[in-house]
């Protein structure tokens, strides 16, 4: 006997939302995550921009905030994005305007307490999208800077602290964030509405939805003083219970800038994380040293030591993934022959030549860490097309 392969027609394909993996929730034990019982490592770009947007003047009429160049991503764009992902070998997406999305007119909470429904509009479709094509998300819930997408100082200055980070990332009023009853009820607020929220795509609540496996303190978190860790144990444990409270399956993120170890024996975190600019081998193992449940992302110009920060996490069994900054496709529908770009230098477009031997390097890392093994991923990258408009989303 050898094996058998059945071929045999189909009279009904099953609906998209039958149970399924995509309902399986990941889980951590110790310092590994697993998938339905294998190991998961979670590898992917950011992709900030999902839910907002800062980079594409939308066609006259559509809702745009002149301001903050602030602009929905239109569905083909979240939809090409999760195609490339696909190609590239990643399993997840970490995006921060899927929950960073505060203090201007187009934002899910434009002033305290106010709800804009439009904006989940984009947020959903990014994760019934995810959903279809087998992709997790991890999503921070706010920011410790003042960009177009909002952060830490709105929930400051809704509840009468005048700051902003032009005039006050060391004011010592900041840490207010983490340690005034008023400010940290509005955060809970808004991580409430966030959570509870229905997907009309697939009637799942971000609680419910396996999709999103990891909810994140915030991006970048500091005090007063930058990347001193300062972000008090009591507010992460307060934040991670809730988290917890509204999605017992979530896994929680501690999103303090940096690894502090004060921070270690938090119950409610399962993943530490830290980000590297530049990459530094060195610092990687400092913090492996430091934590079980490392968490990096990496971004480098320079390809010879992105080869050797690949292989230092291939070979780290307590790292669970990495997610490199960033990635951006294209102009779809309305301009397939333009890349949308990021004016930091370190935007990824998947199709665009000149970033080809990036983006081999990338994928030959993602499907070793996704798929358990050491044989080098084939040359070939596959074909991503650029998307036509889609039918329009029927009325909510
Ligand atoms: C908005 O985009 C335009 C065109 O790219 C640019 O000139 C302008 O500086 C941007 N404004 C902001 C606030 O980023
Ligand atoms: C906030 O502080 C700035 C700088 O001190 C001041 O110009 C502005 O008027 C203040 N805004 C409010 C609403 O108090
Ligand atoms: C969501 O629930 C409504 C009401 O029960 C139903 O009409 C709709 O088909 C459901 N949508 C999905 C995607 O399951
Ligand atoms: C780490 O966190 C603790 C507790 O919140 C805080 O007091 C300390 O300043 C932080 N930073 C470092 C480097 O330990």
């Known amino acids: 006997m050898k094996s058998l392969l059945v071929l045999a027609a189909l009279s009904s394909l099953p609906?998209?939302?039958?149970?399924?993996?995509?309902?399986?929730?990941?889980?951590?034990?110790?310092?590994?995550?697993?998938l339905d019982g294998s190991p998961w490592r979670a590898v992917g770009p950011n992709v900030y921009w999902l839910g907002l947007d800062e980079n594409v003047i939308p066609p006259a009429g559509e809702p745009f905030y002149a301001p903050l160049n602030a602009s929905y991503?239109?569905?083909e764009r979240i939809t090409e994005i999760m195609a490339v992902v696909k190609a590239m070998g990643g399993t997840m997406i970490r995006s921060h305007t899927l929950g960073v999305s505060t203090g201007n007119p187009l934002s899910l909470m434009p002033?305290?307490?106010?709800?804009?429904?439009?904006?989940?509009?984009a947020i959903d479709w990014a994760v019934y999208q995810a959903r279809m094509y087998g992709l997790r998300l991890m999503v921070p819930l706010t920011d410790n800077f003042d960009y177009y997408h909002g952060g830490k100082y709105d929930f400051l200055r809704w509840n009468g602290f005048n700051l902003s980070r032009a005039r006050d990332e060391r004011n010592p009023a900041v840490?207010?964030?983490?340690?005034?009853?008023?400010?940290?009820?509005?955060?809970?607020?808004?991580?409430?509405?966030?959570?509870?929220?229905?997907?009309?795509w697939t009637n799942l609540t971000y609680a419910e939805d396996p999709t999103i496996f990891a909810y994140e303190t915030g991006n970048e978190l500091c005090g007063p003083v930058w990347k001193d860790q300062n972000v008090p144990v009591e507010w992460i444990q307060e934040i991670g219970r809730?988290?917890?409270k509204l999605g017992p399956q979530k896994l929680f993120v501690d999103g303090t800038y940096g690894v502090n170890r004060s921070h270690l024996a938090i119950d409610e975190v399962d993943i530490y994380s830290n980000h590297y600019y530049p990459i530094s081998i060195n610092v990687l193992r400092q913090d492996l040293a430091l934590g079980e449940y490392g968490w990096n992302r990496a971004s480098s110009t320079a390809d010879d030591d992105l080869a050797s920060w690949f292989r230092e996490i291939e070979k780290s069994p307590a790292i669970i993934g990495d997610a490199f900054w960033s990635l951006f496709g294209r102009d779809a529908p309305n301009a397939c022959n333009r890349f949308v770009d990021?004016?930091?230098?370190?935007?990824?477009?998947?199709?665009?030549?000149?970033?080809?031997?990036?983006i081999q390097l990338v994928r030959q890392h993602f499907v070793k860490m996704s798929q358990g093994t050491t044989i080098a991923a084939d040359a070939a990258l596959p074909a991503v097309p650029c998307l036509a408009a889609l039918a329009p989303a029927p009325e909510s």
Do not use: W
């Not at 964030?177 to 009820?185: E, G, K, L, P």
């Not at 990021?342 to 935007?347: E, F, M, N, R, V």
């Not at 030549?353 to 990036?358: I, K, L, Q, V, W």
């Open 73 to 75: 991503p239109t569905r």
């Open 15 to 34: 609906g998209v939302l039958t149970q399924g993996i995509r309902d399986v929730p990941v889980t951590r034990s110790g310092s590994v995550l697993y």
């Open 111 to 121: 002033t305290g307490g106010k709800v804009n429904e439009a904006a989940f509009d």
């Open 175 to 200: 840490q207010n964030f983490y340690t005034n009853s008023d400010v940290v009820a509005a955060f809970k607020e808004y991580i409430q509405i966030l959570l509870t929220h229905v997907n009309p």
């Open 242 to 244: 809730l988290v917890k």
């Open 342 to 358: 990021h004016a930091d230098g370190l935007t990824m477009q998947y199709g665009n030549p000149a970033h080809e031997t990036r």
